[in-house]
């Protein structure tokens, strides 16, 4: 049992006001860049003569690019340290993005997003990572929340604001989701300086950090690794053969169908609902406001959940419960066509998915030694990166071939249950246990 001092609560207490709300921008900026061509296809899709199948191409050739960086981006880092790669990875995403507006067909957008892919990849393991230096389990879910949180945050504030950008349309002789490009990628490469200037490679190196409290704060993260070596991590004889251990391949397996969900919700949901508001409104910005309802939602939702997660110190059915409701939510999306119960659904798909999330990541520690921790986290992402490829191409294929979303989202409920049935088995394999240690 890890005992606990004044000096390291402190610490603590210090990363969280020092990092997290950092950490919070600039996933606003990454999960911005993620939803903005959802955004951007409602009028892009008709100025470069793109069919929903082909957009749905574009999004996943952004993570094919993502995925074959993963690991190499997360070992980089490892190397690099966390502050000289993260405001790498900021400043040429940005730069990529905002190159998007250049766009002009379907060949020039697939090489863009492929592009911005490479540039971001390894950004979200690289944080997941870069938390573990800082929190130890008991404070690991509320943390990963609290950054996580920058999703909904940025679906709902995003929506309205990407909206009122396609209203730029002919301003400058661009079009408006150029503009939408251009405005939402360039402040990435500031916050890339900003990052270079302010964020410390781990705790040896954190100005704000008393001695005593550095001291005490790495001895409590030595003494979780130690326990989590010892107590829940099997022994293996490389980095490579744990990655191929049972246990992380199902949390691979689990976090590919969780982003099916995931990626519906942020790529696909301005669609869904302008296809449900038709024949009320074409209003953008209004579009972009209903599309914030769902995401204010999961915000709220969020911390709350993973706080209860962690004073329970309960991790599987506080993920399989919220993917359950995931499920409702896209199932009542899928069969009716009323606009409040298509709303409620994709309130419960979004909050589902959302904090289903922000549990499902302080597992993984749990399954992998401290040297593992860099490659298989990366891994588990790659993973689910393959769930965000895969997604828009099943999604768009289906939403062309039927002419609605209902057996798009059919897919994507039944992806979600394939997640809970792995945990379950995963938990009855007593890999987990109770306790988040």
């Not at 696909?268 to 449900?276: D, H, L, R, V």
């Not at 969020?302 to 993917?323: C, H």
């Not at 289906?398 to 809970?420: E, N, P, V």
Request: glycine share 8%; with cysteine.
């Amino acid at each position: 049992m890890t005992i606990t001092t004044a000096a390291d609560e402190r610490a603590i207490a210090k990363a969280y006001r020092r990092l997290i709300p950092l950490l919070f921008v600039l996933y606003v900026a990454s999960f911005l860049d993620r939803i903005n061509i959802g955004f951007a296809a409602l009028e892009m899709n008709k100025d470069l003569k793109i069919s929903a199948a082909e957009f749905g191409l574009s999004i996943a050739i952004f993570y094919v690019g993502y995925i074959l960086c993963e690991v190499p981006s997360n070992l980089a880092l490892v190397r690099y340290g966390a502050r000289l790669w993260i405001s790498r990875i900021m400043i040429t995403w940005g730069l990529a993005s905002a190159a998007t507006m250049f766009a002009i067909g379907a060949w020039s957008l697939y090489g863009l997003r492929f592009l911005v892919g490479v540039a971001e990849a390894g950004f979200l393991p690289g944080i997941l990572l870069y938390l573990t230096y800082w929190f130890p389990p008991s404070h690991r879910g509320r943390a990963i929340a609290l950054f996580f949180l920058a999703q909904p945050v940025t679906i709902a504030l995003g929506s309205p604001v990407s909206g009122l950008f396609l209203k730029m349309d002919g301003m400058g002789g661009l079009e408006g989701w150029q503009w939408l490009f251009l405005l939402e990628g360039l402040p990435s490469v500031v916050l890339g300086f900003v990052t270079l200037r302010f964020l410390p490679d781990g705790p040896k190196s954190a100005r704000w950090l008393s001695e005593e409290e550095r001291s005490a704060l790495l001895r409590r993260i030595e003494a979780e690794q130690v326990a989590s070596a010892s107590s829940r991590v099997q022994r293996h004889s490389s980095v490579w053969v744990e990655l191929r251990s049972p246990s992380v391949l199902m949390l691979c397996l689990a976090y590919f169908g969780l982003v099916v969900s995931l990626t519906t919700n942020s790529s696909w949901t301005p669609q869904i609902m302008n296809e449900a508001l038709k024949g009320f409104t074409g209003d953008y910005f209004v579009i972009g406001l209903m599309t914030a309802i769902p995401a204010v939602c999961a915000a709220i939702m969020m911390p709350l959940w993973s706080g209860l997660s962690d004073r329970r110190t309960e991790r599987t059915w506080y993920i399989v419960a919220p993917m359950a409701i995931a499920v409702v939510g896209w199932g009542l999306v899928a069969l009716s066509t009323v606009i409040q119960v298509r709303v409620l659904g994709l309130c419960l798909g979004s909050m589902g998915s959302l904090t289903a999330m922000t549990v499902f990541w302080t597992v993984p520690p749990h399954h992998l030694s401290p040297e593992g921790r860099p490659a298989g986290t990366a891994l588990i992402n790659a993973a689910g990166i393959v769930g965000s490829a895969t997604a828009p191409i099943v999604i768009g294929h289906l939403r062309d071939f039927t002419g609605s979303f209902s057996a798009s989202l059919w897919y994507t409920a039944a992806m979600l249950m394939l997640s809970i049935a792995t945990l379950l088995v995963l938990a009855s394999r007593g890999r987990e246990g109770v306790a988040a240690t």
